[in-house]
């Protein structure tokens, strides 16, 4: 990210203790690079303790303050408990939480097992919600205020094809958003959430467009004829996590270029006339993908 096109002064975020899900990688990384450059103590967890660790190492030594990184899975929910220990332990309640970490990849559904579905679902609907149950428990005891925000995709407004269990999780964790926009409005925590068009990420190219199918017509068929810049959407996230705009709870904002009002904002209806050999080629490109990242586990 171009951390000059950030639009808030420098220290806004002083004293905030932020903790963001999948933070060393992809969209969760660009985040924590404007709320650190912002003054936060940001956290973050992934699967890969070695690749957060890298992120956290990199981003201190390019913008100073603290980044704490924690090998976690957030589809295991005693390792979240100890993980949100860990960081009360380190310096008090979080005043923040991102739901940033997701997992996904394009399948026609009628060849999904029922593993593939949890594997996708157990993160993105179970493991959001265990993150936001412990994090949300702690806070409404200690009497502290603080904002949430999940990253979703416009399709949580209509449902998308090829990637139905993401799709289901995510509309899930608007609901939950909704929900306990108001349930826990009364202990000043609030629930936001972002639904972001095309950022391309390595994480989502390599399981969503593997062999690069895609790209460059999903920006031309956008309005504003290119994908999403990182600065625009750390700038909004920002904006919500922040201080000064708290009475801003229970909303879903799409950062799109307008392309669900244009399209639906739906990437994958043109995978509709894909047959047996090509899905088989791309399940196997996901799956080396996949294979890859695994080794490098620590959780
Ligand atoms: C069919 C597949 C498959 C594929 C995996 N599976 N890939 N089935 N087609 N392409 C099946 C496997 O065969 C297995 O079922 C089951 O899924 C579990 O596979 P594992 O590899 O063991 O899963 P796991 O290691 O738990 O990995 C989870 C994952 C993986 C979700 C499958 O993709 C992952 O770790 N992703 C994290 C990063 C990521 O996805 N980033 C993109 C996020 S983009 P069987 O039956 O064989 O045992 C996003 C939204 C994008 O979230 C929105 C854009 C606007």
């Given at each position: ?9 420098d220290g806004l975020m002083a004293g905030e203790r932020i903790l963001v899900t999948g933070g060393g990688t992809g969209l969760g990384r660009e985040m924590t690079e404007a709320f650190l450059k912002l ?261």
């Amino acid at each position: 990210m171009d951390a000059s096109k950030l639009m808030f002064r420098d220290g806004l975020m002083a004293g905030e203790r932020i903790l963001v899900t999948g933070g060393g990688t992809g969209l969760g990384r660009e985040m924590t690079e404007a709320f650190l450059k912002l003054g936060a103590v940001v956290h973050i967890c992934g699967r890969r303790q070695g690749k957060a660790d890298e992120a956290a190492q990199e981003l201190m030594a390019q913008h100073g303050g603290k980044v704490v990184a924690h090998g976690c899975d957030i589809r295991d929910a005693d390792a979240i408990a100890a993980m949100v220990d860990a960081i009360w332990a380190e310096g008090g309640a979080l005043t923040g939480l991102v739901n940033n970490a997701a997992g996904n990849f394009v399948s026609r559904t009628e060849d999904l097992s029922v593993n593939g579905f949890n594997a996708i679902s157990d993160i993105v609907f179970r493991g959001t919600f265990y993150v936001t149950h412990e994090v949300g428990k702690r806070l409404i005891a200690e009497g502290k205020k603080a904002s949430f925000l999940s990253i979703l995709t416009t399709w949580v407004w209509n449902g998308s094809p090829f990637v139905v269990p993401s799709a289901m999780s995510k509309a899930a964790i608007n609901t939950m958003t909704q929900s306990l926009a108001v349930e826990w409005g009364r202990y000043g925590l609030r629930f936001n959430a972002i639904a972001p068009g095309l950022f391309p990420t390595e994480g989502m190219s390599a399981r969503l467009s593997p062999g690069g199918r895609g790209d460059n017509s999903n920006d031309r068929m956008n309005p504003m004829g290119r994908h999403g810049e990182m600065h625009e959407l750390a700038n909004l996230a920002v904006f919500l996590m922040g201080p000064g705009a708290e009475w801003v709870n229970g909303q879903t904002i799409a950062i799109d270029g307008a392309g669900y009002q244009a399209t639906g904002g739906n990437f994958w209806s043109s995978l509709s006339p894909l047959g047996d050999e090509e899905w088989t080629k791309m399940r196997d490109m996901i799956k080396q993908t996949n294979a890859k990242d695994k080794a490098t586990r620590t959780t």
